[in-house]
């Protein structure tokens, strides 16, 4: 059984440019979140997506867009990038779909991508 | 607007020491907390999760408690060790919210020396 797995684990981009960052669930998990870590700071949620469909969002602008695949695979897509815009960005996989959280919800965490803003 | 808070910020401890990290939430309308841990760069590996219900959970080393009414919990970690120096985070899941939504603090920076 796999964990989950982010791509890339660090990039670099400048001011204005777009960036894709790619996760694959754990094995059986249908259920995906993003978060967003500044340095010094605790995780911010961005979205969760349930069957490929956006299920929850943060206090995140539109230029934040994701995407969920039939293989639960997600990606996170950040346009018009600014410098505030450089942290980890965490995705988390759990098994439980679109109802509330019960014991059995424990998120998965991912190794991060570590993006950095010029 | 719920509120995670953390208290320390950053803690020095001799190897071998009892210690206490805190959280505090403002909202007690919660469906569970947890504590993760995470070394520098790292993602995030869950230690002990909480249900609304319940007061304490105990594994290994590490005991963490819940008092939902006054908004607090507490992560315990007996005989620390060197390889116990990470960020310790908590975090809450609102009622209402959705399962991946949690909210955390900003985390105790906990080093350990030998």
């Known amino acids: 059984e796999t964990g989950v797995t982010q791509s890339p684990t660090h990039l670099i981009k400048t001011r204005g440019q777009q960036v894709t960052l790619r996760c694959s669930s754990q094995s059986g998990h249908n259920t995906v979140s993003w978060y967003q870590q500044a340095l010094g700071q605790g995780p911010q949620f961005i979205f969760q997506?349930?069957?490929?469909?956006?299920?929850g969002r943060g206090n995140f602008p539109p230029r934040f867009s994701g995407l969920q695949f039939p293989n639960y695979s997600s990606e996170l897509n950040v346009n018009a990038l600014e410098l505030d815009d450089s942290a980890l960005y965490l995705c988390?996989?759990?098994?439980?779909?679109?109802?509330?959280?019960?014991?059995?919800?424990?998120?998965?965490f991912g190794a991060g991508s570590r993006l950095t803003v010029l | 607007k719920q509120e995670v808070t953390q208290i320390p910020a950053a803690l020095s401890v001799p190897e071998g020491e009892n210690l206490v990290l805190n959280c505090s939430f403002t909202d007690s309308a919660i469906y569970n907390l947890q504590w993760f841990r995470q070394d520098p760069g790292k993602g995030l590996t869950s230690l002990l999760l909480?249900?609304?219900?319940?007061r304490e959970q105990t594994s290994g080393r590490l005991n963490a408690s819940l008092d939902k009414s006054s908004g607090r919990s507490t992560l315990y970690i007996a005989a620390s060790q060197p390889g116990d120096s990470a960020t310790y985070l908590c975090?809450?899941?609102?009622?209402?919210?959705?399962?991946?939504?949690?909210?955390f603090g900003k985390g105790t920076k906990l080093s350990v020396k030998p």
């Open positions: 909480i249900q609304s219900s319940q």
């Open positions: 975090a809450v899941i609102n009622v209402g919210g959705s399962q991946g939504n949690l909210i």
């Open positions: 997506y349930y069957r490929e469909e956006e299920n």
């Open positions: 988390a996989s759990s098994p439980g779909g679109r109802g509330p959280p019960s014991g059995a919800n424990v998120l998965t």
